[in-house]
DNA sequence: TATGAATGAGCTTTCATTCAT
DNA sequence: GATGAATGAAAGCTCATTCAT
């Protein structure tokens, strides 16, 4: 509203961007507010007009990001009508998101966990946030299941462990993404979420 | 050969079994050379005498910690001619260690990969030995599955994708240790993983 | 002679009237501009049209607040016949001042006096303003006292050591605010302050 | 009792002292920590072996200097028989301690009422040293006109109001060395405090 | 072997001040 | 005349590492 506001949002926004690349690439511990300023074209005091501290650039950065990420998974997924589809698409979506380079977004998960779970990490006493976003994916895909049950596409007696199952799909691609992450062959990610989903779909198939 | 060399391994064990507890509790980063002397109760400087680098007490406790840790998993399951009692324990003995309170193996392994992935992390120039570990993670996994299916307890269509059968298992376990980590409800943690493996076992058993 | 130099001169004594208050409250090193601002409803670099420095800003500060003060103190005292009673008069008003709260009038002398004394202090090379000021109120209880000789109600001999005697009243008064600003029994400050007079009064009495 | 203790505190006084120079000379605020440690002839990081905060380092140092200070003063008036003569040593005492070019007594005196005074100051969590200190002077001045009545050399009347007395003869000390600072015509500061002390001890003499 | 002591390099954060608009 | 935005300089503090003993 205030005009006066919208150019310093703006502003937080492209320096808590220029952070995020940094925090997926380095870390948050041995990323310097320093070279954030750097990153973002400003001298290291400035940081300072647009956040009290690195730990809330951190957040920011974050919360901007899945965000983002939460918003582009339901838009992708939610007009389809055939649930099989929807849930490839759905992972059509994960795979893309996690294939990013810039920031990775694997490291970033792998940033945000250990920030979430060290005392005195950025999001130690902020893990509403974390858990929020991982409850929405859950109910994303748990939405998609339920749907398909209805269509009378998947069994209907997944409708009472939906809630377990979207949990495990989900552990799993986490999982999977860490997996590849650290064994680096990135080529034959895809073939293996491929294989499991095909294993997937075919138990909750009618 | 050198006598003095075993009280020096012994005592670089008792250091770096110290270190373990705090950097499972803190993390690496927060985790100050001088907490670990005092853990160890050793002078600061003394840590020198035993280990080159903070660095190299991350590594070499890590190391004893997942020697260990395979260790164990192997010897729980050797012996075991039932193919799916032998998957069963092994899913009982990951429960377990994955239970265990000090030092949290989930923060270990989110502090690993985290030095894994980072620029300038700890094993960032020593995945290989993080990828090890879990290739022979995966091996067990792998030996388990094509034991049942030379005994004909499990699909024998199995055996082309075993490989990738066992990284997606682990990487779930993987995975659904992170979430309860995060979100908390550790009481639900091994109904959630019971219900996986129940799944699990139903697709594979002929 | 310029129209627009009196609102100036206006704004300049709203800002320091502002800043007046958060010396007395926090001190001048724990001020910052931006609080100044902030108190007096203006931007952080608007000050610097009124202000070419935080120096100046407690310098001018100080001073219209000083000015104030001898000028209420001459005025209360100045038309009283009476000798005694208007020594009376001139410690009541030095009691009335020093129990303002708002801005405290003894932290005040307090950061006076500091900033007078230190090296780099914002009176360091200005002690003459200070000195005057001190000199002035010296001058008002020497006023009184000869008044009080020359009416026959003051002995004699204190005319020659009047400027002696106005110095240790003064410091004695300075020296008692200070005692009770850290001792916290603000209560008993005017019982003691009372006690002192009744004695200092018998002792020049004829 | 401990032999490894002994070193770090004799090094902790020599850093408190070289700092309580500095303290006076400049004030708290614009004292750093690495004047402090050039000082003292160490590294800035080595200072904080000793202390862990530029604060405690200003306690520490103002806690020795006073309980020295104490210490002197009680010395120096113990064993003397005569009150006259014990009254007028300790005021030749204070004067003394006043005189002192380096730390100059004053400047650390406005310096430790500042800190105990304004919110966040080094002292303002600890006023009840400062007070401690107060109330200890007072007592060897209350003391000492006791002992004056007893002896049947001070007015007994003074008994009564002794404490009273006590705390405005030091409030006028303090008054009059701030004084004296300020308008630092230091030569003749001791004539004025002979003649405020011949006019009290004039008061209470039978 | 063991360590107390020392430190340099680096961190986050603060703030008086400048300047274009 | 007023100010939002930017910043350089400096502060307090931490910590892995070195070294003489």
Redesign the pocket.
Known sequence: MSP?RY??KE?CNEIAAAALHLFAEKGYAA????QIADAAG?????V??YF????EIFVHAVNNWIMDLIHRMVEQTRSIENPVQRLNIFIRTVKEVLKVQEPDPKKLFAEIDQQTLMEGGAFYKRRHIIRDMRTRFCDLVADILLDGVSKRVFRPEIARDVSKIAINLLAYLDGIGMHYLIMEEYQEFEDQVDFYIKGFVEAILI
Chains 1, 2, 3, 4 share one sequence.
Do not use: H
């Open positions: 006066k150019p310093k502003k990323t310097s507010v320093e400003i001298g290291k005091s400035t300072y007009e009290p501290s690195k730990e």
